[in-house]
């Protein structure tokens, strides 16, 4: 049974920072791309970021030059570090898995105060 566990989320004022974790089982990590989506109230769920497994990044133009993924293989786990938090970065953010199949956390609220 595949599991994606996220952890991290909270509350933090504008230009603070949160490092989300994703903790992963179930799947052979080192072969999976991996990566983070999130989606506000309303809005349709978007990317933030990818890594795949050779540890290629993608990040979504809102997010670039603030946000970090990284993988540890040794710990099955992705992080998402985020710096320079703004309102519009208010979101549930979804853990994300693609290994023939895709597969999703269950998400973790982030919430920036302005």
């Known amino acids: 049974q595949v599991q994606l566990v996220e952890s991290g989320g909270g509350l933090v004022q504008a230009g603070g920072s949160l490092r989300l974790s994703c903790a992963a089982s179930?799947?052979?990590?080192?072969?999976?791309?991996m990566g983070w989506y999130r989606q506000a109230p309303g809005k349709q769920r978007e990317l933030v970021a990818i890594i795949t497994n050779r540890g290629s990044t993608v990040y979504a133009d809102s997010v670039k030059g603030r946000f970090t993924i990284s993988r540890d293989n040794a710990k099955n786990t992705v992080f998402l570090q985020m710096n320079t938090l703004n309102a519009e970065d208010t979101s549930v953010y979804y853990c994300?898995?693609?290994?023939?199949?895709?597969?999703w956390g269950q998400g973790t609220q982030v919430t920036v105060s302005s």
């Open positions: 179930g799947i052979i990590f080192n072969d999976a791309a």
């Open positions: 994300y898995a693609n290994i023939i199949k895709t597969f």
